[in-house]
């Protein structure tokens, strides 16, 4: 398994966020738009090139977003109706997400039962920040992509209440 770390900028105007590897070395950015209807993230490399682009679908009884890769949408993240737990399902990549969301202590799973990636938040730091833990072979942008949705999904009931 390979870790990324993901940790949001404190004090900024919109989402900001930096993602670095074990050894702290800047790997990914993101940078939230500014006044849109819906959230809207773009995941860039070091180089500035857009690896993902997440936009919400905004009239949806539900949360829906997309991960758009390359200017194409190549996935669908749905937060299912559930009474119990929360649970989000990705189609496209075969991916459950299940866990305790609001103490941000979950997992994606495969369509085989298998781990992808297990997400767990670092307490005691300045902005949050996120643990990811992705097994091998698993693309760590669409993880990426994953958690970034969790979190605006998570951020947007705070607001809401």
Avoid: C
Avoid at 67 to 78: K, L, Y
């Amino acid at each position: 398994m390979s870790k990324l770390y993901l940790k949001q900028k404190v004090f900024s105007w919109k989402d900001r966020f930096s993602v670095f590897n074990e050894l702290g070395e800047d790997v990914y950015r993101v940078e939230g738009e500014f006044f849109t209807f819906g959230k809207k993230l773009h995941v860039y490399d070091l180089y500035d090139n857009e690896v993902a682009y997440i936009h919400q679908k905004v009239l949806s009884f539900l949360p829906k977003y997309y991960i758009a890769r390359n200017g194409t949408d190549v996935a669908e993240v749905v937060k299912q109706f559930t009474f119990m737990k929360a649970r989000y399902e990705i189609p496209t990549f075969g991916w459950t997400v299940q866990g305790n969301f609001t103490a941000h202590e979950y997992e994606i799973t495969g369509s085989g039962g298998e781990t992808v990636a297990a997400i767990s938040k670092r307490w005691f730091t300045w902005g949050d920040t996120y643990e990811l833990d992705t097994a091998y072979g698993a693309d760590p942008v669409n993880v990426l992509a994953v958690v970034l949705i969790i979190d605006a999904v998570l951020a947007a009931q705070q607001s809401a209440s």
